[in-house]
């Protein structure tokens, strides 16, 4: 017995050149975990709090309680949404490299988490993404062209400029303006619930962090006064094991499950595989069935890992082993459908590398109209003046002498 | 009209703003069933119901986060910070989310929030009670910023606040809200009611943002203050029998120049006061503007009156305080001929 306390630092199971290591992992086989009803009380999700909520099994068979029972076709359309979010992640590295974009963010082995949530979820539903969701970009059919137009900060623009590319918005879809600080969309989430519930509407919200911010206040504000209000709103949890170079230990991931934050506030908490689209699916129906209903919020926790570095300005290599993605025990999310539909006789790898084909052309004809608009380097930029709109409503006097101040400066070089 | 004092506008402005307009509420700590610490949320939630006057969690990043939510749901929410000095918290909420919603979504998405707060000295509230934190909002793009010395103008500009579309930071004088103060605590407290100024339209009217006021006409020298200062740099310069043009800012974002500068040419002597500290407070902006603008008509170099570079300190509040002896040195050398 230690006579001295003692500093306990966690650290990942693995840094560079040592095997990659995911025994710390809790699992459960798919089907395992009970699904107690939807307007349950928050004590019924301890279970599935703690233990990982699956539906297909290592057969690409679909199991157990969870399982949504979706159509082929809507399996199909998620697959389609999957596999064009990476795609499209894939080309945007691809331009970050030649110089064409200032930075990017891919999401590659995450794709589940964002398009099955999506399509659980109703079109007048308010989304509060985080920076690594673009799947909901997609899931709500937002044009190629406008996604790449804000990453290109080019004339088409939708932020007009203002924004670090994939800070995407879109009011008409009902997606909220990304910040590129952690975490603050979670409690506003929340608010815009609690003003639904107010106004008596029936549509709820929905967001996403990482696991690394769940360290932020605003993550405890937004389980506070959604357990508090009942507010209607699904809180997400991407728990992708890194946050840059720092482990999920490190965020308190050590100590219990970060979907267990939820029942210490009296809100359920469901812990789901994240790489599993019927998982990801099922639960996020079962969140947004209790919301609508009047039960309150549900604390969702994404199990998946960052397949991809943090960002195009990161290396991953610097702080986990190369190999660690390929070991990584909950596969990929696009080929777990892939072959789920596949064993359902409904998919074939023929027609998949022919959608592949398609939606890479797709995305190469987004690419070659989005640049029309304008690059970093080359073609039209936006107008200059626009630097001076929106802060307020109307442009104030200060605003529009500076707006006269900076005509004068391009007018008389040095 | 009636008589009121700050407290009772304050209410009045929220009363006719939710009585016009349903999707006003207001939230914050002990604003509900208990009417608010100072009591300016007195008896909203009887009148308007729990779901438009809502108590919350001790979380000023939680409450500012949910009104701005509440804010793009469509509501226009009045978020009540209990103390101005509690609101740190949740200045990233206000700094990085409120303030730059409109600008980072190319207008598509905003939050018509309006933050009141508590602010200033002078009710023994030590370091923690007593901050006036003006310029840490008035520095961020995107907000509006206003001071009302008066219960008249706090009526007006949280009127104007809960209506204006863009996000309003509201700094409310708490020694004012039972009366004018001169700066001497050792005075009897007098209240609103036989000030011109606690004579208020019990109905809707606004005071404009951008518009300061000449509270006292003069020709010798100019006082740009706001807040309790209005008050003790009239009485400074009463005790001086100076002919001062005293000018109450009212609103610090925008801020109206003209006024302020056409003053200062016309006296050629400026003395500002404020209540914060005086390092990179907000009289550094009001000090640069009027030089920027009144260099040559200046007979004396701009004199700053302020709080202290240090915390509010409980037991030496009114050597803290820039009260009238302060105000009279500055007064004082700005008049000495050259």
Known sequence: MPTRSRLHVPAPPARPGQPPDFSYLQLSPAGAVSRPESTCSWRETMATATGLIRVLDDGHRATGPWNPRLEAADLQVGLRHMLLTRLFDERMVRSQRQGKLSFYMKSTGEEAVSVAAGMALQPGDMLFPAYRNQGLQVVRGRPLVELMCQLLSNTRDMCKGRQLPVMYHSAAANLFSISGNLATQFPQAVGWAMAAAIKGEEHIAATWTGEGSTAEADFHYALLFAAVYRAPVILNVVNNQWAISTFQGTAGGEQNSFAARGPAHGLPGLRVDGNDFLAVYAATRWAADRARTGGGGTLIELVTYRAAAHSTSDDPSRYRPKNEPECWPLGDPIERLKQHLIALGEWSDARHAALSGELDAQVGAAWQEAVKYGTMTEGPRLDRDLMFEDVFKELPEHLRRERELLRAELAAPV | ?338
């Open chain 2, 1 to 338: 009209m009636a008589k009121m004092n700050m407290i009772q506008a304050l209410n009045s402005a929220m009363d006719i703003a939710m009585g016009r307009d349903t999707s006003v509420v207001v939230l914050g700590q002990d604003v509900g069933f208990f009417g608010g610490v100072f009591r300016v949320t007195d008896g909203l939630q009887r009148k308007y119901g729990e779901h438009r006057v809502l108590d919350t969690p001790i979380a000023e990043g939680g409450i500012i986060a949910a009104a701005i939510g509440m804010g793009v749901n469509g509501l226009r929410p009045v978020a009540e910070v209990q103390f101005a000095d509690y609101v740190y918290p949740a200045y990233d909420q206000i700094v990085s989310e409120l303030a730059r919603l409109r600008y980072r979504s190319a207008g598509d998405f905003h939050a018509p929030v309006t933050v009141r707060m508590p602010c200033g000295g002078g009710i023994r509230g030590g370091q923690t009670h007593s901050q006036s934190p003006e310029v840490l909002f008035a520095h961020v793009c995107g907000l509006k910023v206003a001071i009302p010395s008066n219960p008249y103008d706090a009526k007006g500009l949280l009127i104007g606040a809960i209506e204006d579309d863009d996000p309003v930071i509201l700094l409310e004088p708490k020694r004012l809200y039972n009366g004018p103060f001169d700066g001497d605590p050792n005075k009897p407290a007098v209240p609103w009611g036989t000030h011109p100024k606690g004579e208020v339209p019990a109905d809707h009217y606004t005071v404009p943002f951008g518009r300061a006021e000449i509270v006292r006409a003069g020709q010798q020298v100019t006082i740009i203050a706001y807040g309790t200062m209005v008050h003790v740099a009239a009485a400074a310069a009463q005790s001086l029998q100076l002919d001062a043009e005293i000018i109450d800012v009212r609103s610090l974002v925008p801020l109206d120049v003209d006024t302020l500068c056409n003053s200062v040419c016309k006296t050629g002597r400026c003395v500002i006061a404020h209540e914060a500290t005086r390092f990179a407070g907000f009289g550094a902006e009001l000090a640069a503007t009027v030089m920027e603008h009144c260099f040559w008509n200046l007979e004396a170099p701009i004199q700053r009156v302020a709080g202290w570079n240090t915390p509010y300190p409980h037991a030496f509040e009114w050597e803290y305080f820039p009260g009238q002896a302060r105000i009279a040195l500055a007064l004082r050398a700005v008049m000495e001929p050259r």
